[in-house]
C-alpha cells in the first residue's frame, strides 16, 4: 500500500499521529509538504508592481525567499518524519497547493489530510485547497480533525421545512 | 492639436511605465516627452520653470524619504521590525496578523508605501515562514496596508507628498485631519482579513520565536525617525520645509551606517525622480491643453458628504485605470482650486483605491495579462477578491471619516 500524508503547516502533527495509527505497517509512506509558490513570489516582488520605481536589488547577504521557504519545508518534513517514527520518503513540492497535492496523489493509494476550516461540524470544516484536494484525489482518503474532533452538538441545524 | 499631442505624450511615458521595455526606460520616455513638448512649443519654458518650481521640493522630499528608509535597513531595522513581530505574536497566527498590521501602518506612515512594499514585505513573508504560520494572510496583509495605511501623513505616500505641496496645509493639520479617516481604513482591513482568513489564523502556530529571530534593536536609527517625526510636526513653527528635516535625518543616518555616496546616490533612485519630475510636467501640460477642463467638468464642487464620496470614487476609478501617481497629478489641481477637503478626499481615493488590483491598476493587470499569461504571480484571484471586499467599504468609512474630522477640526 502506498500512502501519501499531506503534511502542512497547522495540521501536520494530528495527520502524523493518524497515519501512525493507522497505516500496516507495511505501508509504504510518504511525506509530502507543498508551498504555495504565489505568495513567495508577490511578496519578492513588490517594487515590479509600484509605477516608475526602480530600487536597487537586495544585498546578497539577503537569502531569496525561495531559499527560505525550501529550507522551512525541508525542516518541516524532518520534524514529521521524526514524529512518525518510521521510514518514510519525504517530497516537498512548489506551485498551486491543491494541484500539486492531486499530483502527487497519482499512484498513491490513499492520502492522509487534515481538516484546516473551523473546528465544529460541516463544510466550513475544510479549508479551500483542501476540499480541492478531497473532491478529486484518484486514492482512497484519511481525513483527519487536527483537535479532538467537535461534538455532534456542533451540527448545523436541519433547513427549516416548507410547506 | 497641442492637447492631443500632450495627451500622446502622455500615454506614451505611461505605457513604458507599465510595459518597461528594455529599450525605452520609463524616465527617458518621460523626459523625451518633456522636450517634444518644449520643441513643438506646446509648453513654453516659462510653464516647465513654473511646473519645476513647483514639483522640485517634493521631488526632493521623496529623494531624502528612499534614503532615509534605505538607511533604516542598512541599520537593520526590518530585521528588527520581523523579531518584534515574531516575538509579539506569542506562536498564535492572529497574534502575528496583529503585529503585522501594527509594523505595517507604522512603516507605511512613517516611512511610506515604498519602504512597505519593498523592504518590509520579504521580511514579513520570511517571518510567517519561520514561525510555521501560513504567509498569505500576512504578506497580503502587508501589501493592502501599504496602500490603506498611507493616509495618515504626508510622506506616507507620494500622491501625499503631491497633495500637501498643492493643499497648504501644515504638516499637523494634515495628520489631524488624516488621523480618523487612517484609523477606520485600518480597522475595515482588520475585520475584512480576519474574516477571510479565519481558517488559516485559527489556533497556534507550533513554534515560537528563536533565540536566533532576536536581532539588535537599531535605537540609533529609531532615534533619529523619532527625531525626524518630531521635527517634521514642529517645521511649520520653526519655519523649515519637511524636505529639510528629512534630509537632515537622511544624511545623519547615511554617515552613521557609513554608507557609501554611491549607494546612497541608488538608494535615491534618480531614474524614479526623473520619472515623476517629467509626468508632472506633461500633466501641467496636458492640464493648460483641457484636461483640466475636462477633469473639472467631472467633479462636482463643495465639501458636503456626498461630493467628498464622489470625489473620492472618481479618484479610485481613475487610479484604477491609470495607476494612483498620473491620477493625482490629473485631478490635484482641479481638486486643490475647491479646498483641502476634496484633496484629501482625492487622496483617500488614489490610495485605498489601488488594492483593488494587486497591480495597483486594471492597464498594469492587463499587460501582465497578456505579456506573462503563464505566471504564478498573475494566479491571484484571492487577491482581487479581498480588494473587492475591502476597497469600497473601506472607501465609503474613510470618506466619511474625513467628513466627520473637516466637520470637527
Known amino acids: 500500500m502506498r500512502a501519501v500524508v499531506w503534511i502542512s503547516e497547522g495540521t501536520w502533527q494530528a495527520c502524523v499521529d493518524e497515519a ?76 498551486r497547493v491543491e494541484r500539486e497535492v492531486v499530483a502527487a496523489c497519482a499512484s498513491a493509494d490513499l492520502l492522509v489530510l487534515a481538516r484546516d476550516g473551523e473546528a465544529r461540524l460541516g463544510p466550513k470544516s475544510l479549508g479551500k485547497h483542501t476540499r480541492f484536494a478531497l473532491d478529486h484525489v484518484p486514492c482512497q482518503v484519511l481525513l483527519v480533525w487536527p483537535e479532538a474532533p467537535p461534538g455532534i452538538e456542533t451540527i448545523p441545524p436541519p433547513p427549516r421545512d416548507h410547506h | 492639436m497641442s492637447e492631443a499631442v500632450a495627451l500622446i505624450v502622455l500615454a506614451a511615458s505611461l505605457v513604458a511605465a507599465i510595459a518597461r521595455p528594455r529599450w525605452a526606460p520609463d524616465w527617458a520616455v518621460a523626459a ?54 515574531a516575538l509579539g505574536s506569542r506562536g498564535r497566527p492572529a497574534r502575528l496578523l496583529a503585529m503585522v498590521f501594527l509594523v505595517a501602518a507604522l512603516t507605511t506612515a512613517v516611512l511610506s508605501l515604498d519602504a512597505t512594499v519593498v523592504l518590509l514585505t520579504p521580511i514579513v513573508f520570511v517571518t510567517a515562514a519561520r514561525l510555521r504560520a501560513n504567509p498569505r494572510p500576512h504578506v497580503y496583509a502587508c501589501s493592502h496596508l501599504a496602500n490603506s495605511a498611507s493616509l495618515l501623513l504626508p510622506m506616507s505616500n507620494l500622491t501625499n507628498l503631491l497633495a500637501f505641496q498643492a493643499s497648504g496645509l501644515s504638516f499637523t493639520r494634515f495628520g489631524g485631519l488624516m488621523a480618523l479617516p487612517w484609523l477606520v481604513a485600518l480597522a475595515v482591513e482588520w475585520v475584512v482579513l480576519r474574516r477571510s482568513f479565519a481558517g488559516e489564523l485559527r489556533g497556534g502556530a507550533p513554534r515560537s520565536a528563536r533565540p536566533t529571530d532576536r536581532p539588535e534593536v537599531p535605537w540609533f536609527a529609531l532615534a533619529v525617525v523619532a527625531l525626524a517625526l518630531i521635527g517634521f510636526g514642529l517645521s511649520s513653527l520653526i519655519g523649515v520645509a519637511p524636505a529639510w528635516i528629512a534630509a537632515g535625518a537622511a544624511v545623519v543616518l547615511a554617515l552613521r551606517e557609513r554608507a557609501p555616496v554611491s549607494e546612497m546616490a541608488r538608494a535615491a533612485q534618480p531614474t524614479f525622480l526623473v520619472f515623476v519630475l517629467a509626468l508632472g510636467i506633461i500633466v501641467h501640460a496636458a492640464s493648460q491643453h483641457g484636461l483640466s477642463s475636462a477633469v473639472a467638468s467631472l467633479m462636482p464642487h463643495g465639501t458636503t458628504l456626498p461630493v467628498l464620496l464622489a470625489v473620492a470614487g472618481i479618484s479610485a476609478v481613475l487610479a484604477n485605470l491609470l495607476n494612483n501617481l498620473p491620477a493625482t497629478l490629473i485631478i490635484l489641481p482641479v481638486a486643490a482650486s475647491s479646498g483641502a477637503g476634496q484633496v484629501l478626499a482625492m487622496l483617500v481615493g488614489v490610495n485605498i483605491g489601488p488594492n483593488l488590483t494587486y497591480v495597483g491598476s486594471l492597464a498594469t493587470l492587463l499587460w501582465r495579462r497578456i505579456a506573462h499569461a503563464h505566471d504564478h504571480e498573475t494566479d491571484l484571484g484571492e487577491f482581487t477578491r479581498l480588494g473587492l471586499r475591502t476597497v469600497p467599504l473601506g472607501l465609503a468609512a474613510s470618506t466619511a471619516a474625513l467628513w466627520l474630522a473637516l466637520q470637527v477640526l
Do not use: N, W, Y
Open chain 1, 20 to 95: 501512525a495509527a493507522f497505516l500496516p505497517k507495511d505501508a509504504d509512506v510518504t511525506l509530502l509538504h507543498v508551498a504555495p509558490s504565489d505568495v513567495e513570489e508577490f511578496a519578492a516582488r513588490g517594487p515590479g508592481r509600484l509605477l516608475g520605481r526602480h530600487p536597487p536589488p537586495p544585498p546578497p547577504a539577503d537569502p531569496p525567499l525561495r531559499a527560505v521557504a525550501e529550507e522551512e519545508a525541508q525542516a518541516l518534513l524532518a520534524d514529521a518524519q521524526t514524529r512518525l517514527a518510521r521510514p518514510a520518503h519525504t517530497v516537498s513540492r512548489r506551485g
Open chain 2, 32 to 85: 523625451g516627452g518633456v522636450i517634444l513638448l518644449l520643441a513643438t512649443g506646446i509648453l513654453s519654458l516659462h510653464g516647465a520653470r513654473s511646473a519645476v518650481s513647483d514639483l522640485g521640493p517634493t521631488v526632493g522630499f521623496l529623494a531624502a524619504l528612499l534614503v532615509l528608509a534605505d538607511g533604516c535597513r542598512r541599520a537593520g531595522m526590518f530585521e528588527a521590525l520581523g523579531g518584534a513581530m
